[in-house]
């Protein structure tokens, strides 16, 4: 079955970088486009950024343009997403999410990964 | 950027009652919507994708319909595991891809 884990979440500082990482199983990782989509504490989902199923292609909300950088390592079955240059309103739980059509819905989330930017 | 509006914010139900949730695009988004539902401290599961299609493994108690720029999701008979947040999502114009504000459905 299809199997989506994030890691690397945590508490940074702002200005500050981090790395997310999404392991995927249970399924053709380089046949699907890939999504992160975060949630702030008590509010409503976000989509973040998508990266196409061969990486040849990406799109980042614009809140995060210029600072977050999504890519894929389809040998390792592994989304990332590198967030430099932290702010307080970065703070929230990010999901990966498998599209079956990018860029369209999301068929399968991960658990989610907990990023607070707080100094 | 399309705007979702879902409505009403907050839906207070009974057990075996129909529930009825709303979604509006700021402009057509055609057939391109999905809906989700999340429960405290889990990931959104994926309800209804093309607006009407159910995923796999959803109850057919769940459905949905469109008219133009207002989405319909419908649970005809709510059991006891549908309270929760439901979010509606548009994927026809991008970036980015935009979620409403969700409704929640609560225990009446």
């Known amino acids: 079955q299809v199997h989506l884990v994030e890691s690397g979440g945590g508490v940074v500082q702002p200005g500050r970088s981090l790395r997310l990482s999404c392991a995927a199983s249970?399924?053709?990782?380089?046949?699907?486009?890939m999504h992160w989509v975060r949630q702030a504490p008590g509010k409503g989902l976000e989509w973040v950024a998508v990266?196409?199923?061969?990486?040849?292609?990406?799109n980042y909300a614009d809140s995060v343009k210029g600072r977050f950088i999504i890519s894929r390592d389809n040998s390792k079955n592994t989304l990332y997403l590198q967030m430099n240059s932290l702010r307080a309103e970065d703070t929230a739980v990010y999901y990966c999410?498998?599209?079956?059509?990018?860029?369209?819905?999301?068929?399968?989330w991960g658990q989610g990964a907990l990023v607070t930017v707080s100094s | 950027e399309i705007v979702m509006t879902q409505s009403p914010a907050t839906l207070s139900v009974s057990p075996g009652e129909r529930a009825t949730l709303s979604c509006r695009a700021s402009q057509t988004v055609s057939s391109n919507l999905a809906w989700y539902q999340q429960k405290p401290g889990q990931a959104p599961r994926l309800l209804i994708y093309g607006a009407s299609t159910r995923a796999t493994g959803i109850p057919a108690r769940f459905s949905a319909s469109w008219s133009g720029t207002e989405f319909t999701l419908t649970i005809s008979s709510l059991q006891s595991e549908d309270f929760g947040v439901y979010y509606c999502?548009?994927?026809?114009?991008?970036?980015?891809?935009?979620f409403g504000g969700g409704t929640k459905v609560e225990i009446k």
């Open positions: 249970g399924f053709t990782f380089s046949n699907y486009g």
């Open positions: 990266v196409w199923y061969d990486g040849s292609r990406q």
């Open positions: 999502q548009q994927y026809n114009y991008w970036p980015p891809l935009t």
């Open positions: 999410a498998r599209d079956p059509r990018p860029p369209g819905y999301f068929d399968y």
